[in-house]
């Protein structure tokens, strides 16, 4: 018995070790959480703006403007998923106020249009296309309308919540309910005071899953540009007491960090189009973005802890053209080349800190296991390479079900016997892609030099993205 007791004191402090770390509130959801891991989706704006070469529609158009001649919504998934988008939100209603499914709260849908005889349902055959591929399906709903007649009375309160829940209940489960700011308007000259909390509350009822994208959330912020650009720091933190979504929200450069102290835990997603316009315009057919330039999005916005939504418009006919399609696939080969070979897979590991049991958890790539070191600072974590190795990026993920912590860091690499700083950066986050000029080395040291409480990190990868060795400096 007493050899028993023994043993259990020698691993009692590993089974300490293992627990899970207290966390350092505010936390994500699971159902943020889940929208963290997705990184990368589509945003498909479509509708009489797609027809009269507009951005914003005035709200009077002719319905019967809406004429897709071969609309392929399983088109639009097939290349969704060849891009590795894990979704497809869909602007259900724009400022214009045209609904692309047959709302029984307005007389400016689909229903009007000569588009299948009036039969049509643009949000019914995305959710099917997506059903069948497995992809997640979002929508965007807009509150300003410029068509309908009680738009700016009370009464329009009512009818927006009405069609809001003619789409959370009709057409299975969304992912996210996209919320922009404006508010202008109506064909009265009146603009809208929205009842925002009834709306809030009534989505969560309908769709307790969902995540609502706005300024202010409640569940993802906007990174406070159209650009797809999230800086480099990034704190999924927000405070929102006082704000209003659009001419009252928090400043352009709050949104896009974060509050290193906020109290709600809200994620930033950056919006941008693949065109100059959000609408498909033909003009632009040779304005699309390269696939290089779709991968440095990324780098800037799934890189620095965010998720992208790249805007990808249908063309007339109801297709994505030629080249929007060629961008996405090329995007897709450059994101597979450039991660395809983690370096550090068959590396060693090593920590100035005593608490080492599960280090090597951190080479893993998974993402139920963790390591956090023991308080002692600066936290040191050496990986040696088998042999000197060419690296231009490093991948750092923090465990963000516990909280975010980190508060700034270095890279460091041994160059001819010394240790050099190639990267200094602020944030981790979910995920943080750290890309410097090439080196050649047989280690790589991170240094933890700020914290909010002790580091507890998922994952630490390293790679040679060729294509950066272009497009960074020597």
Known sequence: MRKILMGFCLLLPFFL??????PLLPIPTQQQLDWHEKEFYLFIHFGPNTFTNKEWGEGNEDPALFNPTDLDCDQWVRIAR??????????AKHHDGFCLWPSQFSRHTVRESKWMDGKGDVVQMLSEACRKAGLDMGVYL??????????????????????????????????????DG????????????????????????????????????????WCGNERGIIYSTNW??????????????????????????????????ADVSIR?????????????KTPATLFQLYLQSVGNGGNLLLNVPPDRRGRFHAADSAALVGFKNILDRAFQQNLFSTASIKSNQSSTASL?????????????????????????????????????EEMIAYGQRVQSFAIEARINGAYQTVFSGTTIGRKKIAVFPLVHTNAIRLKITGSKAIPVLRNLSGYH???LDTMLPK
């Open 276 to 288: 100059p316009g959000w609408f498909y315009h033909p003009e632009q057919d040779d304005k699309v």
């Open 465 to 467: 993205i060729r294509e």
């Open 360 to 396: 090597r958890n951190l080479l893993d790539m998974k993402n139920d296991t963790w390591w956090m070191g023991d308080g002692k600072e600066p936290l040191e974590i050496t990986v040696q390479l088998n042999e000197p190795t060419q690296l231009n990026a490093l991948v750092l």
């Open 17 to 22: 070790r293992a627990q899970a770390p207290a």
């Open 236 to 269: 999924n933190l927000l405070d929102t007491a006082g704000f209003r979504r659009g001419e009252g929200s928090p400043a352009m450069d709050t949104l896009n960090r974060g509050n290193v102290h906020g109290k709600h835990w809200m994620p930033a997603e």
């Open 142 to 179: 807009s509150p300003w309308d410029r068509n309908h007649p009680l738009y700016g009375t009370d009464q329009y309160n009512d009818v927006y919540l009405n069609t809001m829940k003619e789409l959370l209940t009709q057409y299975g489960n969304f992912f996210e309910l996209w919320w």
């Open 182 to 221: 404006a508010n202008g308007e109506g064909p009265n000259g009146k603009k809208q005071e929205y009842d925002f909390k009834r709306f809030e509350d009534s989505a969560f009822r309908w769709q307790p899953n969902i995540i609502i994208f706005s300024d202010i959330g409640p569940s993802i912020r």
């Open 82 to 91: 060849q891009a590795g988008a894990k979704g497809i939100i869909l602007t």
